[in-house]
T-cell receptor
Framework: DVKVTQSSRYLVKRTGEKVFLECVQD?????MFWYRQDPGLGLRLIYF???????EKGDIPEGYSVSREKKERFSLILESASTNQTSMYLC????????????FGPGTRLLVL | GNSVTQMEGPVTLSEEAFLTINCTYT??????LFWYVQYPGEGLQLLLK?????DKGSNKGFEATYRKETTSFHLEKGSVQVSDSAVYFC???????????FGSGTQLTVLP
């Protein structure tokens, strides 16, 4: 089974802090994704990565950056956290050319005070 | 534009009732369509999918048919159970990494 893990289930940070959210997958997937989930808005794509050292903006990249130095790890960075970034963050991965399905991690619930 | 519109919830049903959650999409090209489910306290899981027009996805008694003519992918189940209580998300994939666009989600509560 594919396993996608996220470094924290819950995080509390202060406005202005730099925040790192880590995601690791163990199935050698090329594509990785970061979404945020908000009530009434569903999931929205922040950034994604085709493969190592590659990254593309999603629908709402403002205020975020990403890093993909190793194939199994995809990090989401909040350069200066703001209260409107309080949300549930979900990471996903997918095998390039291996079917459409994305596999999701359990999510990180971030509260920015 | 490219978007997914999903029936708003919450939806509350009695056990063994019939379920329909509507989903329509707009997209250029040929998207694949998905239903994901999120049980309380858990991450998203794929429920079913369809990759081309007229395909029917099915799993755990749920079904959805890819209707290109109506750009729809409605989720149905003939007899819901309490354990089906969850949030259901419709999604479509498009683009070189097959990135997903999600609907807003529908909270389903099934009462015994």
């Amino acid at each position: 089974d594919v396993k996608v893990t996220q470094s924290s289930r819950y995080l509390v940070k202060r406005t202005g802090e730099k925040v790192f959210l880590e995601c690791v997958q163990d199935m050698d997937h090329e594509n990785m994704f970061w979404y945020r989930q908000d009530p009434g808005l569903g999931l929205r794509l922040i950034y994604f990565s085709y493969d190592v050292k590659m990254k593309e903006k999603g629908d709402i990249p403002e205020g975020y950056s990403v890093s993909r130095e190793k194939k199994e790890r995809f990090s989401l960075i909040l350069e200066s956290a703001s209260t409107n970034q309080t949300s549930m963050y979900l990471c996903a991965s997918r095998k390039q050319g291996g079917g459409e399905t994305q596999y999701f991690g359990p999510g990180t619930r971030l509260l920015v005070l | 534009g490219n978007s997914v519109t999903q029936m708003e919830g919450p939806v509350t049903l009695s056990e063994e009732a019939f379920l329909t959650i509507n989903c329509t999409y707009t997209a250029t090209g040929y998207p694949s369509l998905f239903w994901y489910v999120q049980y309380p306290g858990e991450g998203l899981q794929l429920l079913l999918k369809a990759t081309k027009a007229d395909d029917k996805g099915s799993n755990k008694g749920f079904e959805a048919t890819y209707r290109k003519e109506t750009t729809s992918f409605h989720l149905e189940k003939g007899s819901v159970q309490v354990s089906d209580s969850a949030v259901y998300f419709c999604a479509r994939s498009l683009g070189s990494a097959r990135q997903l666009t999600f609907g807003s989600g529908t909270q389903l509560t099934v009462l015994p």
